[in-house]
């Protein structure tokens, strides 16, 4: 839990980088200990979000957006007190609404679990992935394609239909396919840093509070029956697969603005603009829990991710979570619960120190923080694949970031995509077209039917501006070219499949041919468009502070690429030391003896994770001639 409010207060983490750091620690552990873990770790960082979010403007997570849009002003005029206890009030009473309509949900799931078959199970999947598709991104092609990204990479390895193996490049590594834990970091870890490092920022401006705290509570107790239709909303978004953190606090925005009299005071610090979202984005983790372990249908990004540590576990979601499994599941509703009510009094008691740390520059993290990564991923399959595939597809998250394509799209598509080529596999072995008669198949093709047309209309009404809330200037070329690049890898997955057997060939072919079916009308509309706007911008083209010392993407993904290139020469260990200490050098401008401690204390915290936790090293070139000592093995 304290990982995970220290995760909210850093921007760009949250639950989804935190947990994939944590899962391979989680392996082989007792199930109801590493569930507490996980489900603690998610149940507040969605809590201490608020305090970049308030104090600077800048969301601490994806659920945090809104809260800026009243928390920042309210921060400028003194009233920063005022606007954390009110979000951490409401925040406390959305988590354990959640966990309340989650343990109501166990009990009314038995007879929908029981009926439902392969065929069932198949649209229940295909209606997950048209709502993940369309509502995780401003634009519904751009989402539907990114979800088709995930679902390819989800062909790479062994075919379970015929066991030839698929886009392996003739590696040992792929063909078992690409472990979710790397997926997780490249996605939301990565990106995210190189981000804020592009951007040279602080996390906050200034550590002053002021005075309000009691009014923000007495603020929350007279807009009750608002947080109560918050919580309610945050709960239904966030068992609707794919909307999650990404669309919850903008929705619970938009309604406390279309049911107030007074609309003027909204975005000039207005209390009801915090506690709407705030109460929405805490429902949501228990919402996002119904579909997941009632289905295993990850409910967010991170739910993704939580489907991967119940494997680690040996859990399979499903009908056993209410029958074999039920204290495994109330394990996970109270510690949601607990989280929520310890997270938010902990935000409170340390809000005055927490407010301090929130100015140290992000360069200072940062180094840390990528040593931290790496040294995870490692651990994923403990092979210097590991360590490759994370850069080649943390730099994939980095322009997806950039260009403004849905990343926790990919991250389901990815996780779904056994599910689905499984689902098919069986379904047309058992039924073949005859499970369309299905009353509960009909049934889900009609939600799917409706969800897509709904979701085309559905409009969140923000200013035409980018995701980190600046004017983005229109520019057309570098996203072409990373435009063609996915193109390519849609073409080369179709004219390999030439080389496959049926059974291996048609999910891969089906899938490429889903997604040229958005690619081709949205690369038109790249071709075509002639305004900036929230579809297509290019987030590095946006204006930065004078102050700010302007470095692109590829400035820090090289950073990274030399320090993967040492540390096949010398092994990781001497690697990461001299990147951290290099890094701290000459992008924090941090002393000599500051940056030798920083970095010792880093190298003797993974010697000591590596000691007790049996936990292993990449090794170079150096390690083959020469026996280093401890801990630079």
Known sequence: ?????????????????????????????????????????????TTSDTFPAVLMGIPGTAGSQATVVDGFPMSKKGEAARALGAAFAAS???????????????????????????????????????????????????????????????????????????????????????????????????PEIVDLLRRQQTIAEKGVLGKGWLQGLKDVFKNWWLVVRCAGIGTLVGALPGLGGAVVDWIAYSHVIQTSKDKSTFGTGEIRGVIAPESANNAKEGGALIPTLLFGIPGSGNKALLLGGFILIGIDPGLEMITDHLDLTFIMIWSLAIGNIIGAGTC?????????????????LAPFMFGLIFFAAFQATRDWGDLIALMVLGTLGVYMKRFGWPRPALLIGYVLSTRVEAAIYHTTQVYRFTFLERPIVILLLVLTIISVIAALKFKIHRSEVTETGVHSHLTRGPQIAFYTVILAFTFAVIGTS??????????????????????VPMGYGLLT????????????????????????????????????????????????????YSFLRVKAQASYLGSAIGTASFILLLGAMSHFLTLEYPQGILQEYVTLPWPLQ
């Open 1 to 45: 839990m304290f990982l995970g409010l220290a995760l909210g207060i850093l921007p760009g983490l949250g639950g989804s980088a935190g947990l994939a750091i944590l899962l391979p620690f989680v392996f082989g552990m007792e199930p109801g200990h590493a569930l507490a873990m996980m489900i603690g770790l998610l149940s507040v960082t």
């Open 92 to 190: 406390l009473f959305g988590g354990v609404f959640g966990a309340f309509i989650l343990t109501l949900s166990i009990f009314a799931a038995m007879p929908i679990l029981l009926a439902m078959g392969f065929g069932e199970q198949m649209m229940l999947i295909i209606l997950a992935l048209s709502m993940v598709g369309v509502l995780t991104g401003s634009n519904p092609l751009k989402g539907l394609a990114t979800c088709g990204i995930g679902l390819l990479l989800g062909s790479v390895g062994s075919a379970p239909a015929s066991g030839a193996e698929r886009l392996t490049l003739d590696t040992v590594y792929l063909a078992d396919k690409i472990p979710l834990i790397i997926i997780g970091l490249a996605m939301f870890a990565l």
């Open 348 to 364: 409170l008691f340390l809000a005055s120190p927490i407010s301090k740390l929130t100015t140290i520059k992000y360069t200072l």
């Open 498 to 519: 030439f080389l496959w057997e049926y059974e291996t060939a048609l999910y891969p072919v089906t899938m490429s041919i889903a997604m040229l079916c958005f690619m």
């Open 529 to 580: 468009y002639k305004q900036p706007h929230t579809v297509f911008y290019d987030s590095e083209r946006e204006a930065f502070d004078d102050r700010v010392e302007k470095r692109s993407n590829e400035h820090y993904l090289l950073w990274l690429l030399g320090m993967l290139g040492l540390a096949a020469l010398t092994g990781f260990v001497i690697a990461v030391s001299a990147f951290i």
